[in-house]
């Protein structure tokens, strides 16, 4: 299973950026799929959350900023970033619990990571 994200850049306050993550592999179904981020030196935080229904959830400090959407047939996940702030820089990681085929139980997976950073 492999978890690969894209889309992260450079911009200026203001401006919007969309990130993508796709999981890949022997998936059997993704339960929960979730946008965190770590800004230096700083702990990875929760940005926004989406369930295999289409719950959402959002950090405080993104709520009505951020969209979070996912298509479940294509086993995606993506972020939609409007209004961006200095304070967004960081590095945003996509995360899924999901069930790998042939196992009866959930696991944890992360993509790799891609810099989001906005300048004032």
């Known amino acids: 299973v492999q978890l690969q994200a894209s889309g992260g850049g450079l911009v200026q306050a203001g401006e919007s950026l969309r990130l993508s993550c796709v999981a890949s592999?022997?998936?059997?179904?993704?339960?929960?799929m979730s946008w965190y981020r770590q800004a230096p030196g700083k702990q990875r935080d929760l940005v926004a959350t989406i369930s295999s229904g289409g719950t959402t959830n959002y950090a405080d400090s993104v709520k009505g900023r951020f969209t979070i959407s996912r298509e479940n047939a294509k086993n995606t996940v993506a972020l939609q970033m409007n209004s961006l702030k200095p304070e967004d820089t960081a590095v945003y990681f996509c995360?899924?619990?999901?069930?790998?085929?042939?196992?009866?139980?959930?696991?944890?997976?992360w993509g790799q990571g891609t810099q989001v950073t906005v300048s004032s």
């Open positions: 592999g022997r998936i059997s179904a993704i339960n929960v």
């Open positions: 995360y899924a619990n999901l069930q790998v085929l042939d196992r009866a139980y959930l696991t944890n997976w």
